[in-house]
């Protein structure tokens, strides 16, 4: 045998021995450079939109880094509670949460600016100014003194007003009521009187069934539908004044993000894009459909705050805006760019979208 051959066939043999010993090893023994994270989220297993969003990021985070970039989820409660999120991910104890910036106020009251504001902007707007209106830059200023990296979420669109048992007509009927609402909302509420109270959303039900709370608001008609409020509560009303754009977030601890090689970047950017997109539509889509369930065949009686409130609200809703906006530095900086965008963005809105829609209602047979 020449000694080309014999090398070769020695380099052949020790080929097949060393897959065949490979082969006998535990998978994580012989994966290299599989990483593997533990994401955590402030939302019901499984549950409609905000669950199964979560569920279809982490299968596509897998699908799109074929297998060498894996998510562990858990869900509210199963690692950490829902408000204990963003902790958990600062701390290193999970990578990654889903969640909405105004649960954390405590942290800063800058948050709440990345998720709701009342009389704010809507969902396209905030969009806009996360991407192009500088909105990005400032989140991670912000997120980046508490160890994370922020990004946007899909957005549940404008929130409706609320349950409740008895009729709001005056800024005197606020009074008393005791209000399940986070975020900026919920502090404009307690400058009308109301006792307000943050919930998780697994404990929103029993409250409102046992008289804990007198009034809630969630999400939408397709969650509002799912919870089952309309069995506990009569009237349904509207426009969420409080929620005009809500929209949710994503966080991973900056280590963590930083450790990533930039294709597995990448791949969690654009899976959260995606999700952004595709959840929000779906909102979009099964709200309707939802509310007029709930409507048509449950009875539900919608009421619409009248314009007199609205104005009321909307004056006291500017004023304490303000006020939390100016009660530090950071908070100032969010704010102002927050205001100066939103005046922009209204400009447009009246001309380009609300110009429309007033002109779709008009009474034109079509269809």
């Known amino acids: 045998m020449s000694r080309r051959k014999f090398l070769k066939g020695a380099a052949a043999t020790g080929a097949a021995a060393a897959a065949a010993a490979a082969s006998s090893f535990p998978a994580p023994a012989i994966a ?40 562990k989820l858990f869900n509210a409660g199963e690692l950490v509670g829902a408000f204990e999120v963003f902790d958990a991910v600062s701390k290193g104890d999970a990578d990654l949460y889903f969640s909405a910036e105004y649960y954390f106020p405590g942290k800063s009251k800058a948050f709440n600016f990345f998720t709701a504001v009342p009389f704010g902007m809507t969902a396209p707007e905030t969009f806009a100014w996360i991407y192009y209106g500088g909105g990005q830059e400032l989140w991670d200023e912000l997120s980046g003194g508490f160890n994370l990296k922020p990004f946007i979420a899909p957005s549940t669109g404008v929130q409706m007003g609320g349950w409740l048992n008895k009729e709001i007509n005056t800024l005197d009927d606020f009074k008393g009521l005791k209000f399940r609402m986070p975020g900026l909302g919920g502090e404009v509420l307690r400058a009308l009187g109301v006792a307000v109270v943050n919930l998780p ?11 804990a709370i007198d009034g809630t608001e969630w999400v939408g008609p397709w969650h509002d539908l799912a919870f089952g409020f309309h069995k506990v509560a009569k009237f ?25 090689s930039e294709e597995h970047q990448m791949i969690v950017q654009l899976a959260i894009e995606a999700e ?22 449950n009875g539900v009686q919608l009421r619409k705050y009248n314009d007199e409130l609205l104005n009321a609200i909307g004056g006291i809703a500017g004023e304490v805006v303000a006020e939390i906006g100016n009660s530090d530095a950071m908070t100032r900086k969010v704010y102002d760019s927050y205001i100066k965008f939103r005046k922009t963005a209204i400009g447009w809105s009246k001309i380009g979208i609300h110009g429309y829609m007033e002109a779709r209602t008009l009474p034109f047979k079509y269809g």
């Open 201 to 211: 959303g697994g404990e929103i039900f029993p409250a409102l069934q046992s008289g």
């Open 236 to 260: 349904y009303y509207w426009p969420g004044f409080h929620e005009p754009g809500t929209c949710g977030s994503y966080a991973m601890n900056r280590s963590t993000w930083d450790s990533l």
């Open 276 to 297: 952004a997109q595709i959840q929000t539509a779906e909102y979009n889509a099964r709200s309707p459909e939802s509310l007029d369930k709930l409507v048509n065949e």
């Open 32 to 71: 290299q450079g599989i990483k593997e994270l533990k994401m955590v989220t402030s939302f019901p297993k499984n549950f409609p939109g905000l669950g199964t969003s979560a569920n279809r990021f982490v299968k596509r985070v897998e699908q799109a880094s074929g297998g060498t970039l894996k998510i």
